[in-house]
């Protein structure tokens, strides 16, 4: 049997979603600036991702610019915002526990001169309101927290986050980093207060090398990429059709009985945090149920590395992440399990399981089999 | 205008004697299987103690030469113009022109040196010298003659046919791999192993190399990370056979039946035993570590001692007097150091003590390996039946 729990990195494509590539790849694969027929099937594609996409949020569709996938929104949503906002202040807030898109983003701003504000989070993995009320000053701009933590599931409050935001100041912006969120939660950026929203289509069954940004029509930004003009300047170069029109397709799916699908999803994470307290030393990082998002089980095995574990599992066809990458020539600790207060013993023993609609809860019972078979085995041999 | 040919200058191989002439032919079978590599037509001659290497089609000069800095025994290539023997007033004109050809800027010292290899051609070669120093010096009024420190030591040789050169790139120099044996390396995943075998390569020795496996202690990108290591030795060394052996049931059976502290120098002595095995089945006729006194707990004088103890081979380490940067220096010159410093762990990172015996007594380390009778035979065997072969 083989069991893919690392969904949160990436999805096998849904059937659907590799017929449309194939389609637009060798049929309908002119370019939409054409002027010809050909040009315009192509264009129809696109239009029609923006339509579903837009459709799944509530916002216009030329509210979404197509990008490369997430890093490059979170690069464009951050960077470009505070490069066009500038003199209006160079204060951003973010959190300790964002993705590397993010924090470098924000590294490279704090060289332009900006400053750069990192918000702590508790033992669940939340940011506290009151601090980042706090941390408002006159001269912030933009605040950067994500939806759904890479590495936990944990989820932030969004809505409540905008409120103390645009209480303060309602012209601060407010980016989400949405990649691990989008196909999950039902998100209205327009009610929840979101000005530029980040999302990856390779996380929800589409395609790798696309994504999207969603930008309230308000917001004052520059392009990323200058060029032909695509995408009415916002990000040009000639459009990945067959990619785009993946992550169309994928969206809809994800959002077709959506409640149904996220209550399976629930049904597996919740089994898998109960089989896993069948193990002796085993110590679960993530919130059961709705607290937290519905694909990411983190979990902590004492006495074992996760890059052992993780090669021992791979051996038997079931495929995880470590939750924190580590080896002998560069540590480099999870930030977010240090933030959330995992013990130093455990930071580096730490797996994430993340499921996809394809999972199964018979993969999950081969998965506990194994680990119960495994540990007795790997814990025999012990780091000095 | 391109050069067609290169002579191909030895340096030790010169003062063979009598098996010169085995020397010289691995040397012409390397030039050849490098340049299979390389695209064009080339071929290869020896003659009158000379190698030659003349292209019979297009070809890329930099991949030619890079190709050739690749090949042990090489001493210097240098690039020539050849041409045929029409008289002595053809000759002068071809000198011109080559001049002319590859030197744009004429405001250079130089210096003719011309060798008869035929004799019987009716001008003598300090005649030679003299005609054409004067003739270039008219020609190209910017050069000047300097026969002390020549800028440029213009090259006529007079054989069947006239060769004209006059750059000179060193080669990597030692001898032609497959001409002093074969040896088994040991290859970890590090900066220092590699090297080893490019240095033991570089004496003419063929090597066949072992890397011991934990999985899944040690991952597949560190088994992939040791391929990728040996393809790039493989470049100077030749084919390199890199065997593969699963290391987990032996390392953990030491740390179950053994101090913990010596878990490192019996993993070694293990090591030792099993490529000392596999040596012996694939013809090599020593070992090879990248082991340098006092890198580290296993390297220390002590360790080293014990550690050959378990072998009767040879054991070569070339690097045993370097320090890390040496190492590093080399690894970087022949292009493994990038691949080496990628963050996976092999057995030797991670079956480490955290305070391991750096003085080990022999007699004692002995005694530990008696508490792995029972059982250390058949997993060995099973290690060495289940070896996984893969050509670099």
Not at chain 2, 26 to 43: E, N, P, T, W
Not at chain 2, 122 to 150: C, M, Y
Not at chain 2, 172 to 195: C, E, F, Q, W
Not at chain 2, 200 to 216: C, L, N, Q, S
Request: some cysteine.
């Amino acid at each position: 049997m083989e069991a893919y729990f690392d969904n949160s990195a990436t999805t096998r494509v849904l059937e659907p979603v590799k017929d449309i590539v194939v389609k637009i790849m060798t049929e309908d694969y002119g370019n939409p600036s054409a002027k010809h027929k050909k040009g315009m099937a192509a264009e129809r594609y696109t239009k029609e991702a923006a339509e579903i996409i837009a459709g799944t949020l509530k916002v216009a569709p030329k509210e979404i610019v197509f990008t490369s996938g997430g890093s490059e929104s979170n690069n464009m949503a951050l960077i470009e915002t505070a490069m066009a906002n500038k003199r209006a202040g160079n204060h951003i807030i973010s959190t300790g526990i964002e993705h590397a898109s993010v924090y470098n983003s924000l590294a490279f701003l704090e060289e332009q001169g900006f400053s750069v504000t990192y918000l702590p989070v508790d033992a669940h993995g939340h940011i506290r309101l009151e601090e980042l009320e706090a941390a408002i000053r006159p001269e912030t701009i933009l605040v950067s927290i994500m939806y759904v933590n890479n590495e936990i599931g944990a989820v932030e409050p969004i809505e409540a986050i905008s409120k103390v935001i645009k209480k303060k100041n309602p012209s601060i912006l407010f980016h989400v980093d949405a990649i691990q969120a989008y196909g999950k939660f039902v998100i209205r950026p327009k009610r929840q207060g979101i000005d530029l929203l980040s999302v990856s289509a390779h996380k929800i069954h589409g395609p790798k090398g696309v994504g999207f940004l969603y930008i309230d029509q308000r917001v004052k930004i520059r392009p990323l990429i200058y060029g032909g003009g695509q995408q009415r300047g916002m990000r040009s170069g000639t459009e990945n059709v067959p990619g785009v029109a993946g992550m169309g397709v994928a969206a809809k799916i994800m959002y077709t009985d959506h409640g149904e699908k996220m209550q399976s999803m629930i049904a597996l994470k919740d089994y898998m945090i109960s089989r896993l307290s069948e193990i002796d030393g085993v110590t679960v990082n993530s919130l059961p149920g709705d607290f937290s998002a519905p694909q990411i089980v983190s979990a902590s095995f004492l006495g074992v590395r996760s890059e052992v574990l993780l090669h021992a599992l791979e051996e038997r066809d079931i495929y995880v992440s470590s939750g924190s990458a580590c080896s002998s020539n560069h540590p480099a600790v999870s930030g977010t399990l240090k933030g959330i207060g995992v013990k130093p013993e455990l930071l580096d023993s730490t797996l994430r399981f993340s499921f996809g609609v394809y999972n199964t809860k018979e993969e999950i019972d081969y998965c506990i089999d194994v680990l119960k078979e495994l540990m007795p085995v790997l814990r025999r041999y012990q780091r000095g | 205008m391109q050069y067609q040919s290169f002579l191909i200058k030895y340096a030790e191989i010169g003062v063979k004697g009598k098996n010169r002439y085995l020397f010289e032919d691995a040397l012409v079978a390397q030039i050849r299987h490098s340049l299979k590599r390389v695209d064009g037509d080339f071929v290869v001659s020896k003659e009158s103690g000379r190698i030659y290497v003349t292209a019979e089609s297009d070809y890329d000069f930099d991949e030619v030469i890079e190709a050739f800095k690749c090949i042990f025994g090489i001493a210097a290539i240098c690039p020539m113009v050849q041409v045929e023997d029409n008289g002595y007033e053809d000759l002068k004109k071809q000198v011109l022109s080559y001049v002319d050809e590859f030197y744009e800027d004429k405001n250079f010292t130089f210096k003719v040196n011309t060798r008869r290899g035929n004799k019987k051609y009716p001008i003598n070669s300090e005649q030679i010298n003299r005609d054409l120093g004067e003739l270039v010096l008219h020609a190209f009024p910017e050069t000047k003659v300097d026969v002390h420190k020549p800028d440029v030591m213009l090259h006529v040789e007079v054989r069947n046919k006239i060769n004209i050169y006059s750059h000179t790139i060193p080669g990597p120099g030692g001898m032609p791999v497959g001409t002093n044996g074969k040896a088994m390396l040991l290859l970890s995943g590090g900066i220092d192993s590699p090297v080893a075998g490019y240095m033991i390569a570089k004496r003419g020795v063929k090597i066949d190399a072992v890397y011991f496996h934990a999985p899944p202690y040690t991952s597949e990108r560190a088994k992939q990370k040791v391929v990728d290591l040996a393809k790039l030795v493989s470049k100077y060394s030749g084919p390199i056979h890199l065997h593969i052996v699963n290391f987990t049931d032996i390392q953990l059976y030491i740390y179950d039946k053994c101090p913990h502290e010596e878990l490192t120098i019996i993993m070694r002595r293990y090591m030792m035993r099993i490529a000392e095995r596999l040596a012996g089945d694939s013809g090599a006729m020593a070992l090879i570590t990248g082991e340098s006194i006092g890198q580290v707990a296993s390297q220390t004088m002590q360790s080293l001692a014990a550690t050959d103890a378990a072998t009767t081979m040879p054991v070569f380490r070339p690097v045993i007097g370097f320090d890390k940067q040496e190492i590093v220096d080399v690894s970087e010159k022949i292009g493994t150091y990038e691949t080496s410093v990628l963050p996976f762990e092999d057995c030797c990172t991670i079956f480490v003590a955290k305070h391991p015996v750096t003085k080990p007594n022999l007699k004692m380390i002995e005694r530990s390996e008696e508490n792995l009778e029972e059982k250390i035979e058949e997993l060995v065997e099973t290690a060495i039946s289940t070896v996984e072969k893969v050509w670099c």
